[in-house]
């Protein structure tokens, strides 16, 4: 049985969902308006590829919300037990809290850093963010599960991004022709090809899918930290 999504990052990519809605209505409206000859007005691929930059924003927006939101509720369920934390993260934290304590017994500054911990991972993510995140690439499928692996010790966010007639290997790569083509188009104010309708509805149908994978995987991982 599917599990519901439980993220409000979710809830706001379903609510986002509403402006690509009303663009791809503006665009209905305006291929209504068709001259005599039944020609298509030029400038409705505009509203194409504006929709398509749209997306993505709402694609990137979405993974850094549920990467943030999880981060808090990873320290809400560790608790005071900072060895419930995934292991890449108590790792992560303990070189970090060793370099800045000249080397000393790592589990006595644990025990010492307190509350110091939970700064340690939401400084790593604030960081991680600003250095990383901001191309126009970064949302590929690369980027994404690097985002995850590195701030939450999630690896391979990637790995159920699948479903039927689509393998794991073909929405990587469907999600990273989508992210390339907003690319051409912030870079060049069009594509190297026509956007179509198709590209809208399948950029849109795409990250819908996948962000239903990326809350089962993130719930696991949450479970796991629980228990």
């Known amino acids: 049985m599917r599990k519901r999504p439980w993220s409000g990052a979710f809830k706001k990519l379903t609510e986002n969902k509403d402006d690509v809605l009303l663009l791809l209505a ?127 010790g999630l690896p391979q966010i990637t790995k159920n991004w699948a479903w039927k007639a689509c393998s794991v290997k073909n929405s990587k790569k469907r999600l990273n022709h989508y992210v390339e083509l907003r690319g051409e188009i912030a870079h060049r104010g069009r594509a190297s090809t026509t956007v179509k309708l198709t590209d809208v509805k399948g950029f849109l149908d795409l990250i819908r899918r996948i962000a239903l994978k990326m809350e089962e995987t993130v719930a696991e991982h949450l479970k796991a930290c629980s228990a």
């Not at 305006?30 to 005599?36: H, L, S």
């Not at 997306?55 to 993974?63: H, P, Q, S, T, V």
């Not at 037990?81 to 000249?102: C, G, N, W, Y």
């Open 26 to 152: 503006i665009r209905d409206h305006i291929d209504a308006q068709k001259g005599k000859r039944g020609q298509r007005p030029p400038y409705i691929e505009l509203v194409n590829r504006s929709t398509i930059v749209l997306i993505c924003a709402i694609w990137e927006a979405y993974c850094e919300d549920l990467c943030a939101e999880t981060l808090e509720k990873i320290i809400e369920v560790v608790g005071n037990d900072h060895k419930r934390l995934p292991e890449m993260l108590r790792t992560f934290v303990a070189q970090k809290i060793k370099s800045e304590t000249s080397g000393k017994d790592v589990d006595k500054i644990w025990r010492l850093a307190g509350e110091g911990w939970k700064k340690v991972l939401r400084d790593n993510l604030k960081g991680y963010l600003e250095k990383y995140i901001g191309g126009f690439n970064w949302p590929k499928w690369e980027g994404v599960e690097a985002l995850f692996k590195k701030t939450l």
